[in-house]
T-cell receptor, first 114, second 114 residues
């Protein structure tokens, strides 16, 4: 059974640009969550999507957005990149329909903003 | 608001020695508690979880954790550490119904000496 797949694994952008990251969940999982991991702030919850609807949201500015498609694949977008957006972005999928299941994480997309 | 404290940033143990990683949480109701492990350049892997019931939970790779409500703790233990256990360990807390929105501790980096 394939795990959570994130693309791209590594990318470099410059300030002011935008970036789109993709996540394919485990087959059958309908919940997809996104986390940002930085050395200074640690792991922080961005948002969760379930059945194409945002179900939960963290405390990030509106520059961070996401969406989920009918096949449960998800994308997150960061517009007007700042240096502080450099981070490992982790996607996680869950089988649970009630938000109580365990999360299965991908290997992440490492974004560097210059 | 929920929070997690991992007081030990870095721990070094000898291979074969026992291990205990500390985790204290703050949450108003019965929490959902998790331990994840992250190897360099990798995503997070779930070691074990506590939702309810028996306060001593068994996980993968020989790890166990004990939920102590009176101490607001969920410490991770392993009786004999292997060199391959060297990694970063994260404790996390979630709420019922929104368990995809995890609050993580800052992590404990485990070094294993041979």
């Amino acid at each position: 059974k394939a795990g959570v797949t994130q693309t791209p694994r590594y990318l470099i952008k410059t300030r002011g640009q935008q970036v789109t990251l993709s996540c394919s969940p485990i087959s059958g999982h309908r919940s997809v969550s996104w986390y940002q991991q930085t050395p200074g702030q640690g792991l922080q919850f961005l948002f969760e999507y379930f059945s194409e609807t945002q179900r939960n949201k963290g405390n990030f500015p509106g520059r961070f957005s996401g969406r989920q498609f009918s096949n449960s694949r998800s994308e997150m977008n960061v517009s007007t990149l700042e240096l502080g957006d450099s981070a490992l972005y982790l996607c996680a999928s869950s089988l649970s329909t009630r938000g109580t299941g365990e999360l299965f994480f991908g290997e992440g997309s490492r974004l560097t903003v210059l | 608001a929920q929070s997690v404290t991992q007081p030990d940033i870095h721990i070094t143990v000898s291979e074969g020695a026992s291990l205990e990683l500390r985790c204290n949480y703050s949450y108003g109701a019965t929490p959902y508690l998790f331990w994840y492990v992250q190897s360099p350049g990798q995503g997070l892997q779930l070691l074990l979880k506590y939702f309810s019931g028996d306060t001593l939970v068994q996980g993968i790779k020989g790890f166990e954790a004990e939920f102590k409500r009176s101490q607001s703790s969920f410490n991770l233990r392993k009786p004999s550490v292997h060199w391959s256990d060297a990694a970063e360990y994260f404790c996390a807390v979630g709420a019922a119904g929104t368990a995809s929105k995890l609050t993580f501790g800052t992590g404990t980096r485990l070094q294993v000496t041979l």
